[in-house]
């Protein structure tokens, strides 16, 4: 165990639970595929069927059904049945924030304008 800093005045922020851990780094994994980012991303303002996210993507209609379904069991995705048909949606706003601000950090490195708080 550490010793607590005592300069500063400032205490260490506790850490997050185990199962919080797990939960954000199997989150982050799921993003970290360049198919399911992009599904993610068109997701976040509407819901999709599979076949428009196929034509959007140009993923095949197979591996994209698989990344809904990964992104789903992670709980970054939620599906809603309209007939026969399932449309997808970004589960809520603290995903959608979190991909927004990773490509926008990824702006940030390929353009190479300042970062900013």
Same mark, same amino acid.
């Given at each position: 165990?550490?010793?607590?800093?005592?300069?500063?005045?400032?205490?260490?922020? +506790?850490?997050?639970? +185990?199962?919080?851990?797990?939960?954000?780094?199997?989150?982050?994994?799921?993003?970290?595929?360049?198919?399911?980012?992009?599904?993610?991303?068109?997701?976040?303002?509407?819901?999709?069927?599979?076949?428009?996210?196929?034509?959007?993507?140009?993923?095949?209609?197979?591996?994209?059904?698989?990344?809904?379904?990964?992104?789903?069991?992670?709980?970054?995705?939620?599906?809603?049945? +309209?007939?026969?048909?399932?449309?997808?949606?970004?589960?809520?706003?603290?995903?959608?924030?979190?991909?927004?601000?990773?490509?926008?950090?990824?702006?940030?490195?390929?353009?190479?304008?300042?970062?900013?708080?």
């Amino acid at each position: 165990m550490y010793a607590p800093q005592e300069s500063g005045g400032s205490h260490p922020q +506790d850490l997050p639970s +185990d199962a919080h851990v797990d939960a954000a780094a199997t989150a982050l994994r799921m993003l970290g595929d360049p198919t399911r980012l992009r599904l993610i991303w068109l997701l976040r303002d509407a819901e999709m069927d599979v076949s428009t996210l196929v034509a959007a993507t140009g993923a095949a209609r197979p591996a994209v059904s698989q990344h809904l379904a990964k992104l789903r069991l992670a709980g970054l995705v939620r599906v809603r049945r +309209d007939g026969r048909h399932a449309l997808y949606s970004v589960r809520g706003g603290h995903v959608r924030r979190l991909v927004t601000e990773i490509v926008n950090a990824a702006d940030h490195q390929l353009t190479g304008e300042p970062d900013h708080d």
